[in-house]
């Protein structure tokens, strides 16, 4: 199996992807600025047609993987322009927003397209909890501070990369895609 090339300039996710491909022992590497993303509503299209695109442009394995957190209160905003949110209103932002509002119910939601021998798979994972009322923690990225995955006490941020695997959204749909490389799934389609 060739090295896949994560489509990312995020560390941090890039750390997370290759703590979980380490139990399938598939190699990736970091493959920063090839990300062409579009706007979508769909995290699923955004991770296919931007996987596709850097396939065709590199010709070798493709990961990219998408991310967003959904907020019930908010009817399910930032959803997939999470990043652009956390870019302009940021961790405090979203609190602001959530003050005085007692329904703190979220979900993460992740969606990764693998491009691979000329097939392409696709998964997607989610982690639902609660938002907190002011930031926690000092790891992860983006609102990891704030997001606590049912079954913890703790914020995605006040746990290690090992820890925050255990539960996330990303891990899950990596383990899927990784399970689907594999197994080489019948769901595949064919480019």
């Not at 991770?47 to 009817?75: C, H, R, T």
């Not at 002011?134 to 941020?157: H, K, L, M, V």
Request: charged letters at 20%; hydrophobic letters at 40%; one cysteine or more.
């Amino acid at each position: 199996m060739p090295k896949i090339c994560v489509v990312t300039s995020n560390t941090h996710k890039f750390d997370e992807i290759s703590d979980v491909s380490r139990e399938y022992g598939v190699e990736v590497e970091m493959c920063p600025g090839l990300k062409l993303e579009i706007q979508s509503d769909n995290l699923e299209d955004i991770v296919l047609k931007s996987a596709l695109l850097a396939y065709l442009y590199l010709n070798k394995p493709i990961l990219v993987e998408d991310a967003g957190l959904f907020i019930n209160a908010l009817n399910g905003f930032p959803g997939p322009y999470s990043s652009y949110v956390y870019k302009t209103l940021g961790v405090n932002g979203i609190l602001k927003l959530m003050d005085g509002v007692t329904n703190r119910r979220a979900c993460f939601k992740s969606a990764v397209a693998l491009v691979v021998n000329n097939r392409v798979l696709s998964a997607q994972g989610e982690v639902c909890g609660v938002i907190t009322t002011y930031p926690r923690g000092q790891g992860g990225f983006g609102f990891d501070p704030i997001f606590i995955p049912d079954g913890e006490s703790r914020t995605f941020a006040e746990m290690s990369v090992s820890e925050k695997n255990k539960h996330s959204h990303r891990a899950k749909a990596i383990r899927k895609i990784f399970e689907l490389l594999l197994n080489v799934n019948h769901n595949a389609t064919y480019l």
